[in-house]
Each structure stands twice: as structure tokens, then as C-alpha cells.
């Protein structure tokens, strides 16, 4: 069954210089890019998408960086899109990510860890609808 995801390259990936890396990454694997934009998350995005973070101590901090710079927003489509890209981006922590994986690769703390994707096919859904009104 195709699956369609969502994916937010962060800003330090941008400013890192490497979009296309990444976005090759997801084409060599399979994964079909069915929408693709360079923006700047809103405070309105970010507080939509981090939701349920909200009263956490690391918070301010989060919806500070992810509109402090462009992002590329991606629809993914693919078998397995989901979890497919949950296994390119690696773990949360690009201390504990995988080399090979994008977080193990180019991500160097917790605060900036270059890329956001949706963890279910649910979270896919609001996330592409907050991102690609």
C-alpha cells in the first residue's frame, strides 16, 4: 500500500548545506517526492506541529529554532513511506543515530538534529495538512 508522509528538513540542515544529500537519501530508496517547498515554519505551524510538547522545559526553545530559518517541507510517498523514513532519519539523539542514518550523519545535538518526519500514518495526515494548508 502506498503511504504518503510528512518531512521537515530544519534549518540547520538548510544552512548545513545539505537538502540535496538528504533528498537523494529519500529518491535512492524508492521514495517518490510528491510535494516540495523552502519556507519558514510560522509560529502558528510550529505551535500546531509541536502540540503536544507545550508546557515542556525545552518548549520556548523548540518553537524558537524551527522558525529561525528556512525549512524544506516534503510530502513522501511509498511502500512503507513511514517507517521508511523513520529508519533513513535515525534516532532522535544524533549521538545515539546510526552513521548512514541522516541524523547520525549530520545532526550534532538534540536542539538541531537536521530533519523532522512524522511518526504514524495519523501524525502524517495533521502534519501535512498544518504544513501544506
Do not use: C, W
Given at each position: 500500500?502506498?503511504?504518503?508522509?510528512?518531512?521537515?528538513?530544519?534549518?540547520?540542515?538548510v544552512?548545513?548545506?545539505?537538502?540535496?544529500?538528504?533528498?537523494?537519501?529519500?529518491?535512492r530508496?524508492?521514495?517518490t517526492i510528491?510535494?516540495?517547498?523552502?519556507?519558514?515554519?510560522t509560529?502558528?505551524?510550529?505551535?500546531?506541529?509541536?502540540?503536544?510538547?507545550?508546557?515542556?522545559?525545552?518548549?520556548?526553545?523548540?518553537?524558537?529554532?524551527?522558525?529561525?530559518g528556512?525549512?524544506?517541507?516534503?510530502v513522501?510517498?511509498?511502500?512503507?513511506?513511514?517507517?521508511?523514513?523513520?529508519?533513513?532519519?535515525?534516532?532522535?539523539?544524533?549521538?545515539?543515530?546510526?552513521?548512514?542514518?541522516?541524523?547520525?550523519?549530520?545532526?550534532?545535538?538534540?536542539?538541531?538534529?537536521?530533519?523532522?518526519?512524522?511518526?504514524?500514518?495519523?501524525?502524517?495526515?495533521?502534519?501535512?495538512?498544518?504544513?501544506?494548508?
Open positions: 500500500m502506498t503511504e504518503r508522509t510528512y518531512a521537515m528538513l530544519k534549518p540547520d540542515a544552512l548545513g548545506g545539505h537538502v540535496g544529500e538528504i533528498i537523494a537519501r529519500f529518491e530508496v524508492g521514495l510528491e510535494r516540495m517547498e523552502l519556507a519558514t515554519v509560529p502558528e505551524q510550529a505551535a500546531a506541529n509541536y502540540a503536544e510538547h507545550e508546557g515542556k522545559p525545552f518548549y520556548e526553545g523548540l518553537i524558537e529554532y524551527i522558525t529561525s528556512p525549512v524544506v517541507k516534503l513522501l510517498a511509498g511502500e512503507g513511506a513511514v517507517a521508511i523514513t523513520r529508519k533513513l532519519m535515525g534516532a532522535t539523539n544524533p549521538a545515539e543515530a546510526l552513521p548512514g542514518t541522516i541524523r547520525g550523519d549530520f545532526g550534532l545535538v538534540m536542539d538541531a538534529n537536521v530533519i523532522h518526519g512524522s511518526d504514524s500514518l495519523e501524525s502524517a495526515k495533521r502534519e501535512i495538512a498544518i504544513f501544506f494548508a
